[in-house]
Structures are given as structure tokens and as C-alpha cells.
């Protein structure tokens, strides 16, 4: 479902992704269009998600110069990822309790659904690692994507806010990592 926004006119639209191809395109087109920033705001479910593809999107995104930050939950069960993200990806924060997903950049705004528990069964496809197999991972059910600057502006609002409010991961890894 597509809607579209009083002044069509420039091609602002808001839209409901209902399948995961649909929303990892969605990402695909959203990192190739940021200018300068992507924030995201992702559950535990959402950060480890095995997707090569949106990893190495991430990776190529960073390496045009694109500023990239995450907040999550840093738990001893995920740190080891989120120290791997920092390293490859881009600045991560902690905060307790995160729920739920959202991406913002310059132009865009994308907004997953509850992760749901999935069977994914993987060899090495272009949508997974190699060492990903018969697992059982989070998926999106569904996505509301828009680029109208007022969804934006919001989005990046909120993330601003929450960010200014999260511990950098490396004194929350420290942290963990020291008992």
C-alpha cells in the first residue's frame, strides 16, 4: 500500500512493506541514497540479523563517507556482534531496553515491525553469511517506509534524543567484558 502525500508533486510517498525482499530493498535503495547520515535505532532481534546483503550495504555506505550510528541493547550475549559493528560499521550506543526498530537518513525514514521468530535455511546466498544455516533468526512481518520531511524530521528528532541519552558501547562492552 502506497500512500500518497498532499503535494504528490514531489514524489513524497509513505508505503507499507509487506515482505522481506520488499523491506531488504527498501534498505538496499536507502543507503545508496543517504548524502551524509544513516541512524539506526534496532532491538537486539534486529541487530544480529544475518543479512550479508545489509552488511555489506552498511560497509559500502561508510566507505562513500556516510556517517553511520546505532542504538541497541548491549547485552553479554550480543556484545561480541556489537564490538564487531563498531569496528566495521560505524558508532554504536547502549540502551537499556530498546524496542523496536527504525532507520532515518538525510532523505529517508524505514520502520520495521516487531521482529517475529523465523526459520531461515541458507547455503551461501547473497541475502545471508555463509556460516548462516538453518537458524532460527528475526525477520520483519511488515515495514512502513516514507521520505516525506516531515516523517523525517521527526524520526531524526527522536533519534537525536535517545542518542544523547545512550552510553557509548565501548565503556558498556568494558563494562561486560569486566564483570
Known sequence: MTVATPDASNNARIEVLRNTENIVNAYLQIFRNSKSKWDYYADVKSVNLPIYTIEKALIDTKARGIKLRF???????????????????????????????????????????????????????????????????????????????????QHQYLFNTLWSKGTPAELKIREIEEG
Open 71 to 153: 542504538i541497541t541493547e548491549i547485552t553479554k550475549d550480543n556484545f561480541h556482534h556489537c564490538k564487531e559493528v563498531t569496528m566495521k560499521i560505524g558508532e554504536v550506543r547502549h540502551l537499556d531496553g530498546v524496542k523496536g526498530n527504525f532507520g532515518v537518513s538525510d532523505t529517508e525514514y524505514i520502520a520495521t515491525s516487531t521482529m517475529m521468530e523465523s526459520q531461515i535455511e541458507s547455503t551461501a546466498t547473497a541475502t545471508t553469511t555463509p556460516a548462516t544455516t538453518a537458524t532460527t533468526t528475526a525477520l520483519p512481518s511488515h515495514a512502513v517506509y516514507s521520505n516525506v520531511k516531515e516523517d523525517i524530521q
